[in-house]
């Protein structure tokens, strides 16, 4: 166990320096409301965009509450996550890189993988849109056009779900991995890529939700939305207790129910309703939204 919480250290720390955060649980445990924790601690790996959006904040003391478990949360790119389940720092993973997350469930290491919510991704750029790609409806001509023009263009470059998006559209778009002073990678979360794009009057790409959390802080409007492609799923899953016996594999069974319960799901399709007009997430468990691959 002092190696696993050494390595969990080191992690966070890396988390911190590449523009994430631990989550939400250090803040809100003191005044979480219900029962006092007394069932131990689960270690959840989670995605930058939970926690830049908001939506971490209101499922920790939620899940504490709820449970009796101590959440902590780490928050980093799916990459991150995923590794760290490959290893057993983790309890549970929420991430969005179905994909990769499939190649980490066919490894042993996961198990009880479930289909959560939804949301889309956006490009956003300038209101100047120097590529001239507003009004288009094909990310992939968007893209290409982007990069015959070199106009600025700043990816996250972390290994998260985005950017494996990102990474994907663009093999879609025909270019290729971008290589050129026109393209740059932040090595960042969400939120800070979103802000370093406005700074600097660039294009990138974004999750819908964490968007909309900080669009008021941004010089940036969506320029092209509603493709197919551009679809964000997240899926939670528990780290395998029968691959590494250490993990509490009954608080992250405990997560990935709560996670699906009707009240959670209830939650995540309220949450931003208010603020916004729309909520950040489209709950989906069980594949309620009828998705055509659901990766359950």
């Keep these: 166990?002092?190696?696993?919480?050494?390595?969990?250290?080191?992690?966070?720390?890396?988390?911190?320096?590449?523009?994430?955060?631990?989550?939400?649980?250090?803040?809100?445990?003191?005044?979480?409301?219900?029962?006092?924790?007394?069932?131990?601690?689960?270690?959840?790996?989670?995605?930058?965009?939970?926690?830049?959006?908001?939506?971490?904040?209101?499922?920790?003391?939620?899940f504490e509450a709820t449970t009796g478990y101590r959440l902590k949360a780490i928050v980093v790119g799916t990459g991150q996550a995923l590794q760290l389940g490959t290893m057993g720092e983790a309890d549970a993973l929420l991430a969005h890189a179905p994909g990769a997350e499939k190649e980490f469930m066919a490894t042993g290491a996961g198990a009880n993988r479930k289909l959560v919510m939804y949301n889309d991704f956006i490009i956003l750029g300038p209101v100047s849109d120097p590529a001239g790609i507003k009004g288009m409806t094909a990310t992939s001509e968007a893209l290409e056009k982007?990069?015959?023009?070199?106009?600025?263009?700043?990816?996250?470059?972390?290994?998260?779900?985005?950017?494996?998006?990102?990474?994907?559209?663009?093999?879609?778009?025909?270019?290729?991995?971008?290589?050129g002073d026109w393209y740059?990678?932040?090595?960042?979360?969400?939120?800070?890529?979103?802000?370093?794009?406005?700074?600097?009057?660039?294009?990138?790409?974004s999750d819908r939700g964490t968007y909309l959390s900080l669009q008021d802080t941004l010089d940036l409007e969506i320029v092209l939305e509603g493709d197919p492609p551009l679809l964000n799923i997240y899926h939670v899953m528990q780290v395998s207790p029968e691959r590494f016996p250490r993990v509490n594999g009954a608080g992250g069974r405990a997560f990935v129910e709560f996670m699906v319960s009707p009240e959670v799901q209830k939650l995540i399709g309220d949450f931003g309703r208010?603020?916004?007009?729309?909520?950040?997430?489209?709950?989906?468990?069980?594949?309620?939204?009828?998705?055509?691959?659901?990766?359950?």
């Design 1 to 62: 166990m002092r190696s696993r919480h050494l390595t969990l250290a080191l992690l966070m720390l890396l988390a911190a320096a590449c523009g994430g955060a631990p989550g939400g649980s250090q803040r809100s445990t003191s005044s979480s409301p219900g029962p006092p924790t007394v069932k131990g601690e689960v270690i959840l790996a989670t995605t930058t965009s939970t926690q830049d959006s908001g939506l971490l904040d209101l499922l920790v003391p939620r």
């Design 146 to 179: 982007i990069a015959s023009t070199n106009s600025p263009f700043y990816s996250r470059g972390d290994d998260s779900g985005t950017h494996e998006k990102e990474l994907d559209l663009w093999d879609a778009a025909g270019t290729g991995r971008p290589d």
């Design 184 to 205: 740059e990678e932040t090595g960042s979360g969400m939120g800070q890529t979103l802000r370093v794009a406005s700074e600097k009057g660039g294009y990138t790409l």
């Design 274 to 296: 208010e603020k916004f007009g729309q909520p950040l997430f489209a709950p989906c468990a069980r594949n309620s939204c009828g998705l055509e691959d659901p990766g359950d």
